[in-house]
């Protein structure tokens, strides 16, 4: 919400960053932070977010989770973000 309603990044981050240490195994935090970095073309520091979602299996607890992200997306947007630091 922070960053799609209030355009305020750094509020995001912060809590992206916190879901990442709260649920290192949920792709989603690593996704939108690496995501966010390539979009800004910031390619060095997208890769290591972008490379972690994507080598994320789906966690056991699939209960609320994006299905697609663990079966292409995080793997198409880590392909873009190589291809863009070319």
Not at 13 to 41: C, K, M, N
Not at 48 to 59: E, G, K
Request: hydrophobic share 40%.
């Amino acid at each position: 919400f922070y960053y799609r309603f209030y355009h305020d990044w750094p509020s995001a981050e912060s809590f992206y960053l916190d879901a990442t240490r709260i649920d290192p195994a949920r792709a989603d935090a690593w996704f939108y932070l690496g995501q966010h970095y390539r979009l800004v073309q910031d390619f060095r520091q997208a890769e290591p977010y972008l490379r972690q979602a994507a080598s994320l299996p789906m966690p056991e607890r699939a209960l609320f989770q994006w299905h697609y992200l663990y079966k292409c997306l995080a793997a198409v947007e880590y392909a873009r973000n190589a291809a863009a630091n070319e």
